[in-house]
């Protein structure tokens, strides 16, 4: 499927912001069922790890990237750079299962799926386990998923996903349950009911498509609302509900239900954010976000595909006192400038 991939062979992808410490010195032991390990890594110079030993092996891979406060504007650029026929992609708070590393070339060697859904246990510090949830982005031939760069974005495929045996997992430790990436989905999420359609269509099937575009068209015909206007909060929150439930039906309602309260908190919240500056700060955001949607998404709007990209904004990071999604959004703003976007306070 791919040219210049090695066949049956696994790349551990892991993108790292000042947390490279937790997992770099587990690198020897993967190695030993890994073909090599790529680190995306935004760690300004001062920060980065002692573990330079582990780092001279030739098997392990680190790419300097800018930080932008949330990982998936680079996960096409740490995507392309593997070499391995399969890629396995952790974060660095996460550990993989014994049993899902000593089997995994056995899993991908059957040739049974493009890619597969791995169960992930989320877990407090405490060892309280307050999530558990198949995700079916993280084992996967390359090539076989795409992205667009947006706030936890579902990968773009057309391969199904095999689950597989609860034995392989994942899991997560955190110090607590956070919502990140707030300030800059501002900028990026916002949309018409045109672009909504858009999404469900690309993201989430064509029943889910049909059945929230059904409920939200006769809300906006009701209102008589022209479709190229920012949804309204009260849209935004009937989508949040709509989604929150056709999950927790699809997944035995009132069984599940509690697997998806992190998301559904976090949209909620997200949403009543867009709704928390003045209205012509709004509109910029909203111009700004049809930019970003209109060119394909995050990734392509601000061509992170490219090597040089990557490279002048790493630059650009270590130069600059702004973290995460300033830095980001300030990316963004001097990009939809370009293009005659300006700002706040000029933008009718």
Not at 91 to 113: F, G, M, Y
Not at 130 to 139: A, D, P
Request: with cysteine; hydrophobic share 40%.
């Amino acid at each position: 499927m791919n040219s210049g991939v090695l066949h049956n062979t696994v790349s551990l992808l892991i993108f790292t912001k000042d947390d490279l410490w937790k997992i770099c010195n587990s690198f020897g032991y993967y190695l030993n069922y890994v073909d090599e390990i790529v680190v995306v890594d935004s760690t300004r110079p001062e920060n980065e790890p002692k573990c330079f030993e582990i780092m001279k092996n030739e098997k392990i891979k680190v790419y300097k990237a800018p930080a932008f406060g949330f990982v998936e504007p680079l996960r096409v650029f740490g995507i392309g750079k593997c070499q391995s026929d399969f890629i396995l992609n952790i974060d660095a708070d996460e550990l993989i299962s014994e049993d899902l590393l000593q089997d995994l070339k056995k899993i991908i060697s059957n040739n049974s799926a493009n890619r597969y859904s791995i169960l992930r246990i989320n877990k407090y510090e405490d060892g309280t386990v307050f999530n558990k949830e198949y995700i079916s982005n993280r084992l996967f031939r390359k090539g076989t998923l795409s992205y667009k760069g947006y706030i936890h974005e579902p990968p773009l495929t057309s391969f199904k996903a095999k689950k597989l045996d609860k034995k392989y997992y994942i899991t997560n430790v955190r110090k607590e349950m956070n919502f990140y990436a707030l300030k800059a989905s501002m900028f990026v999420d916002r949309m018409s009911f045109p672009d909504l359609v858009e999404s469900l269509k690309e993201y989430y099937g064509t029943f889910v498509e049909l059945f929230i575009s059904f409920i939200l068209s006769i809300e906006i015909k009701l209102r008589k609302k022209e479709e190229n206007k920012e949804l309204s909060k009260f849209e935004y929150h009937l989508f949040t509900i709509i989604l929150f439930f056709l999950a927790t039906i699809k997944n035995v309602i009132f069984i599940r239900t509690k697997n998806y309260d992190y998301f559904y908190r976090y949209l909620w919240k997200k949403y009543d954010n867009f709704f928390s500056v003045d209205k012509v700060t709004a509109e910029y955001q909203y111009k700004i976000s049809r930019l970003v949607r209109g060119s394909g998404g995050v990734i392509n709007f601000l061509q992170l595909d490219k090597d040089e990209t990557i490279l002048e904004l790493y630059n650009r990071f270590l130069q600059s006192n702004q973290e995460g999604e300033d830095f980001f959004i300030k990316i963004l703003k001097e990009r939809a400038a370009l293009l005659g976007i300006r700002g706040e306070h000029s933008a009718n």
